[in-house]
């Protein structure tokens, strides 16, 4: 999708290992979003940001840590990766009225 | 836990036949939201509803926002082939946070 950008889009790793997810835009907003999708459980918010360094959980946070250092990029960590985090992912930016969402084309992760 | 819920989980319709997709939200909201999305790709936007709108149309879009209710309806018209995707309803709220409800698969038969 234009002005965002997911890498990797497809990954395979360990269990226990570390995983990190970037999330890149052009658009300059403030606020941007990672999400998990699993069937039967639509898309969950896993955490979000409102500015460099400004993160808050969302409601499937245990397991991940984010950062934000610059506007453009926002990390999605997988500590020690489990089998449960096997999902797609998907990162989303929105203006500062949440009226206007974009989303990234999304990373399929399997951890084995 | 998922803000909204959708209904029905799935829906099967010929050509040309309409498609109306329900969901129900827990919380206030500023504004609901209707996605798509095609099988193993990204979200697509459709359509935003504010919270002090009642109807919304984008070619053959129709939605309603029923707020004492907590409801909102999508009415897809005259349907094709390549309406066939998975639909979400999203709300967002105070903070900005869009959550996502557990989503519609519509089969739209040639």
């Known amino acids: 999708d234009a002005g965002i950008t997911q890498s990797p889009r497809h990954k395979v790793t360990e269990t226990g290992t570390p995983v990190t997810l970037r999330c890149h835009q052009t658009e300059n907003h403030r606020y941007m979003y990672w999400y998990r999708q699993d069937p039967g459980h639509g898309l969950r918010l896993i955490h979000y940001s409102y500015g460099v360094k400004d993160t808050d959980k969302g409601e499937v946070s245990d397991g991940y840590s984010v950062s934000r250092s610059k506007t453009e990029d926002f990390l999605l960590t997988l500590e020690s990766a489990t089998s449960s985090q096997t999902s797609v992912y998907f990162c989303?930016?929105?203006?500062?009225?949440?009226?206007?969402?974009?989303f990234g084309s999304g990373t399929r992760l399997t951890v084995v | 836990s998922q803000q909204g819920e959708e209904d029905p989980q799935a829906l099967s319709i010929q050509e040309g036949e309409n498609a109306t997709m329900n969901c129900s939200y827990k919380?206030?909201?500023?504004?609901l939201q209707w996605y798509r999305q095609n099988s193993g790709r990204g979200l697509v936007h459709l359509i935003l509803?504010?919270?002090?709108?009642r109807e919304k149309h984008s070619g053959r879009l129709r939605v309603t926002l029923d707020t004492s209710k907590k409801s909102s309806s999508l009415l897809i018209t005259a349907s094709r082939a390549a309406d066939t995707a998975s639909y979400f309803c999203a709300t967002s709220g105070a903070t900005n946070k869009l959550i996502f409800g557990t989503g519609t698969l519509l089969a739209v038969q040639p």
């Open positions: 989303a930016i929105s203006d500062d009225q949440g009226q206007n969402y974009t």
């Open positions: 509803i504010r919270s002090n709108e």
């Open positions: 919380t206030s909201i500023n504004n």
